[in-house]
């Protein structure tokens, strides 16, 4: 049994309860073998110095705003979380803690393609679980190290009490580039 077998089957044998126990840094590595496991939809370049892709690399989580009718909801990484997310041959995983890293608050993989100046991810696990199967297509800009995305996310369980009869919220996320 290869490592990725290894490591796939002790996450399909683990409950969320038993992952929190697990630093973040863990769990997302965990995660991110899961999701490169995974067949490839696009054909991986064979050149690793360059590749065509803006969005590939590892971004640190900056900011999220959820704008929503009667109020915006303002996520930092000094206040609310901390997260990393990693974009890889038409992969990504993520993984976000609370500022000390103490909880996990979510994680999650699948695939995703750039057409222009937007990208469409297709979510294959989510830790919010009514984002599971979803597809999310944003409109991306970046600008030196900072990548903005943009769009709509279906509402899910800790938005719901403020979100009323809305289905879907707009939706901004900042992340930097991760320096080596």
Not at 19 to 38: D, E, G, K, Q
Not at 90 to 117: C, M, Q, W
Not at 149 to 158: A, F
Request: overall charge negative; charged content about 20%.
């Amino acid at each position: 049994m290869g490592v990725t077998q290894y490591v796939l089957s002790l996450l399909f044998n683990l409950n969320c309860n038993q992952l929190m126990r697990y630093n973040h840094f863990t769990y997302l590595l965990m995660v991110f073998l899961m999701a490169i496991s995974c067949e490839s939809p696009t054909t991986p370049s064979t050149d690793l110095t360059e590749t065509n892709d803006p969005l590939e690399g590892a971004w640190e989580f900056v900011s999220s705003k959820v704008t929503l009718p009667d109020t915006t909801i303002i996520y930092d990484s000094q206040t609310n979380q901390k997260g990393l997310f990693i974009m890889l041959d038409g992969r990504f995983a993520f993984v976000s803690t609370s500022p000390d890293k103490a909880n996990l608050t979510y994680a999650g993989h699948g695939s995703y393609a750039i057409e222009g100046k937007t990208f469409t991810e297709k979510t294959e696990f989510h830790s919010v679980t009514s984002l599971n199967g979803k597809t999310m297509r944003w409109e991306y800009e970046i600008k030196g190290e900072q990548l903005t995305k943009r769009g709509t996310l279906p509402v899910w369980p800790e938005i719901k009490p403020f979100a009323g009869d809305q289905t879907e919220v707009q939706f901004e996320e900042v992340r930097k580039r991760k320096s080596s």
